[in-house]
Nanobody, 120 residues
């Protein structure tokens, strides 16, 4: 069994910062791409940022220059540093990972989500 556990969400004022973390655990052989998605009320889930095993990153246009993804491969953890937050960044943020497991082959795994609210 493999699971992702996110942390770091909360309430922040516009212009503020938050750092999300997502730790993978279980029978993991290797984690390929790790990513952050978000889903705002009444909207579809969208890709925010992704980071490949070698560190290559991609970002949605709406967060470029404000959000930074990073990962610690030794700890199977991915981070999302969010700066200059805007009310429109309010959403549930989900961690996603493409994982080669030891016993169960290749899996796409989702975290449970963490709520980020940007409001004054």
């Amino acid at each position: 069994q493999v699971q992702l556990v996110e942390s770091g969400g909360g309430l922040v004022q516009p212009g503020g910062s938050l750092r999300l973390s997502c730790a993978a655990s279980g029978n993991i052989f290797r984690i390929n791409t790790m990513a952050w998605y978000r889903q705002a009320p009444g909207k579809e889930r969208e890709l925010v940022a992704s980071i490949m095993i070698g560190g290559t990153t991609e970002y949605a246009d709406s967060v470029k220059g404000r959000f930074t993804a990073a990962r610690d491969n030794a700890k199977n953890t991915v981070f999302l540093q969010m700066n200059s937050l805007k009310p429109e960044d309010t959403a549930v943020y989900y961690c996603n990972a493409d994982i080669y497991t030891i016993f169960s082959g290749r899996l796409e795994v989702w975290g449970q989500g963490t709520l980020v609210t940007v409001s004054s």
